[in-house]
């Protein structure tokens, strides 16, 4: 009668008045045993009465996973693999436990992930789907199972799914789409092992959604230097090749923003430079997607940060820019101006070279870095005059008819004056000042436009470094030193 008996639990359960008569009656621990049973129709009804039991009831779940539930659900799963209805009891009981600390413990003891990406595999609708995606989040929150997931190749049968599912306009589809794109950023965040490198550095997929590279996933050094190792910046650059050719700017985004975070250490850039990344990201400048357009002045800017180099790459390169002149003239897009500006001002700052200077002033930049320091955000002013000061010790000559017309003396004087300009900016507007004063011309006008008294004013200022630096600034308007 035990099969009977156990239909009839898993019937009266369904209700939600008498779980506790069955608690109280000790029903689930009795029910427990039956789990290890090899009839089918046992199993089945045995699992259903539990789960429905025990149900959004923690200390009940909690007593489960002690009693040893978890390799009874595990073992349902490996030998009766085939069996919809036990499958499904199994995968309910897993995804209703699967949240506690101690079933996760209990799990990484078990074979489940090969388990899991078997029925995966097995799927056949979307229900099933979503109930294994459920499970396998839960489990991705556990280090030590995120890595028994990822080395059973569940990230490589959820692309295997994405693939299949790439350019369906079932509603249906969509959810499961996102749901596994979510599920691999869950799987591949952190330092993982030799294989999940291995599977990025080989995973494409035609939504930025689900180019993973471009999760924080990369946001630390020795990830990004182990992609870089295994070759991924050329697959990125043909990916985006590829679909600036298609127009499909979500992934232009993605592979940007992929080779953005690429591009943060050191060492990344000089290999990424010596690939020849600069030249072939810039196939994007006659893009006319706003956020393809900031995205990709973004991962100029962080390759041409600190590194020379690429900076005198960038700086002589006509077509770019002229594409920057046009971006930093755009008022009604002003996150892209202000992006087209910092690249400009990147470029001049972490150059050495006159050729540099003298390409930006042909191309007319100057003006726009002279404008950039009169910005509301500290940071943006002092990257302008820093970038300005630079290129004026470079070669002053080039650039001094540019700085008449704009008008530099005049708003250096206002920053200057200006109780509510940072003591950075005063200070590295001096450091500008002490610039400009090899020129004959720009002296004069420093001369006329009584900065003088100005910085007499600033040697009372509070900041210790204002002070020191305007004094300096006076002694070299007086010819002192």
Wanted: proline share 2%; with cysteine.
């Amino acid at each position: 009668c035990a099969v009977k008996a156990a239909h009839v639990l898993s019937e009266i359960a369904k209700n939600e008045e008498m779980k506790n008569p069955c608690i109280e009656a000790d029903l689930v621990l009795t029910l427990m045993p039956l789990l290890e049973s090899t009839d089918q129709e046992m199993l089945l009804h045995a699992g259903r009465a539990i789960g429905r039991i025990c149900y959004d009831n923690r200390d009940l779940q909690e007593e489960l996973v002690k009693v040893g539930v978890i390799p009874s659900l595990v073992r349902i799963l490996t030998d009766y693999a085939e069996s919809e209805p036990l499958v499904h009891v199994a995968l309910l009981a897993l995804y209703n436990l699967a949240d506690l600390d101690s079933a996760k413990e209990a799990l990484s003891m078990t074979k489940v992930a090969e388990q899991l990406v078997k029925q995966l595999r097995r799927a056949e609708n979307h229900e099933r789907l979503e109930i294994v995606f459920d499970v396998l989040q839960a489990l991705a929150e556990n280090d030590a199972l995120k890595v028994q997931l990822v080395e059973a190749g569940v990230p490589e049968v959820l692309s295997e799914i994405l693939l299949r599912l790439q350019g369906s306009s079932q509603a249906e589809d969509a959810c499961i789409v996102k749901a596994a794109s979510d599920l691999i950023v869950s799987l591949l965040l952190g330092e993982l092992s030799r294989s999940t490198f291995i599977f990025l550095a080989s995973y494409e997929c035609n939504t930025n959604r689900l180019l993973i590279l471009e999760s924080g996933f990369l946001r630390t050094d020795g990830n990004c230097l182990r992609m870089v190792q295994l070759g991924v910046i050329h697959q990125l650059l043909d990916l985006l090749e590829k679909h600036v050719e298609s127009g499909d700017t979500s992934v232009q985004q993605a592979a940007l923003s992929a080779l953005q975070n690429l591009a943060i250490p050191v060492v990344s850039k000089v290999q990424m430079l010596e690939e020849g990344v600069a030249e072939r990201i810039e196939a994007l400048l006659r893009s006319e997607s706003p956020p393809v357009q900031f995205k990709l002045l973004g991962t100029l800017r962080m390759l041409a940060d600190g590194q020379a180099d690429a900076a005198e790459i960038l700086g002589q390169d006509p077509m770019l820019l002229n594409r920057l002149v046009q971006w930093c003239s755009r008022s009604d897009r002003s996150g892209i101006c202000g992006e087209a500006n910092r690249l400009l001002a990147s470029i001049l700052h972490h150059n050495r070279s006159q050729e540099v200077v003298k390409a930006i002033q042909a191309a007319q930049g100057v003006k726009h870095l002279v404008s950039m320091t009169t910005s509301e955000h500290a940071a943006t002013q002092n990257e302008a005059l820093n970038a300005l000061a630079i290129a004026s010790a470079i070669d002053l000559e080039t650039l001094e008819e540019s700085f008449k017309e704009s008008q530099l003396v005049q708003s250096l004087h206002k920053l200057l004056q200006d109780d509510n300009t940072s003591p950075e900016v005063k200070y590295n507007s001096m450091g500008l000042l002490c610039r400009l004063l090899n020129s004959g011309d720009l002296r004069q006008e420093i001369e006329e436009d009584k900065i003088k008294d100005t910085l007499e004013r600033l040697c009372s200022h509070s900041n210790a470094n204002v002070v020191k630096e305007a004094i300096t600034t006076l002694q070299v308007l007086r010819r002192e030193t």
